[in-house]
T-cell receptor
C-alpha cells in the first residue's frame, strides 16, 4: 500500500512565524502535491513537484514556498504565517495511475 | 483553476438505501478517481477509472467512466452508517506530464441508522 505521511496532524503557530509542513512518501513517486482544504472551497492546489528540485505553482501559491531536496520528501513552507492560512493542508503523491493523500495537517495560525 | 460540477452537494439517507452521485465537466478526462474523506482525515482512494465506458466495482461501490469522458458516477448500494463522509470525484485531463487533478467540491453523505 502507498503510504503518504505528514509530520503533524495538528499544529498551532503564531502570526509572522515561519512554518514548515513535511510530507514523506514511500513509493518512489515522482509527483508530489500540496493542497489546502477549506469549507465551501474544496481542494485547492498550492504547489506541486514532478521531480527532485523541481517545483510548479498551483492555483494559490501566494504566501507559500516548497522544497523538494529528496524524491521522497516534499516540504511546504509558510514564509510568514498569517491568520488566513489557517486551514487543513493535504499532501499527495502520484504513481502512474492514481493520487494518494496523507492524513492531513490541521494548521491554526493565531 | 477548473472545477468539476459534482452533485448532489449533500444527501441524507436511511441505512439500507442506495446512493448515487455524479460529476460532470466541460473538459475531457482520461482518468476519473473517486475518493472518500472522513472528518479530520485525508481523502482515501475508492475507485479509479481509466477507460471511457469502464464500469468498476469495489464491494458495495460501483463507479462508471462516462462514454463522452466528461462525466462519471458513483453508486453505493445498501448504505451503512460508516458510509458517512464526503465523497470527491477527481479528473485528469489528457496530455501533460505533471499529473494535475481537477476536483469536485464533494458530496456530503449522511446515513441515518
Amino acid at each position: 500500500d502507498v503510504k503518504v505521511t505528514q509530520s503533524s496532524r495538528y499544529l498551532v503557530k503564531r502570526t509572522g512565524e515561519k512554518v514548515f509542513l513535511e510530507c514523506v512518501q514511500d513509493m518512489d513517486h515522482e509527483n508530489m502535491f500540496w493542497y489546502r482544504q477549506d469549507p465551501g472551497l474544496g481542494l485547492r492546489l498550492i504547489y506541486f513537484s514532478y521531480d527532485v528540485k523541481m517545483k510548479e505553482k498551483g492555483d494559490i501559491p501566494e504566501g507559500y514556498s516548497v522544497s523538494r531536496e529528496k524524491k521522497e520528501r516534499f516540504s511546504l513552507i509558510l514564509e510568514s504565517a498569517s491568520t488566513n492560512q489557517t486551514s487543513m493542508y493535504l499532501c499527495a503523491s502520484t504513481g502512474t495511475r492514481a493520487q494518494h493523500f496523507g492524513d492531513g495537517t490541521r494548521l491554526s495560525i493565531l | 483553476g477548473q472545477q468539476l460540477n459534482q452533485s448532489p452537494q449533500s444527501m441524507f439517507i436511511q441505512e439500507g438505501e442506495d446512493v448515487s452521485m455524479n460529476c460532470t465537466s466541460s473538459s475531457i478526462f482520461n482518468t476519473w478517481l473517486w475518493y472518500k474523506q472522513d472528518p479530520g482525515e485525508g481523502p482515501v482512494l475508492l475507485i479509479a477509472l481509466y477507460k471511457a465506458g469502464e464500469l468498476t466495482s469495489n464491494g458495495r461501490l460501483t463507479a462508471q467512466f462516462g462514454i463522452t469522458r466528461k462525466d462519471s458516477f458513483l453508486n453505493i448500494s445498501a448504505s451503512i452508517p460508516s458510509d458517512v463522509g464526503i465523497y470527491f470525484c477527481a479528473g485528469l485531463e489528457s496530455g501533460g506530464s505533471n499529473y494535475k487533478l481537477t476536483f469536485g467540491k464533494g458530496t456530503l453523505l449522511t446515513v441515518n441508522p
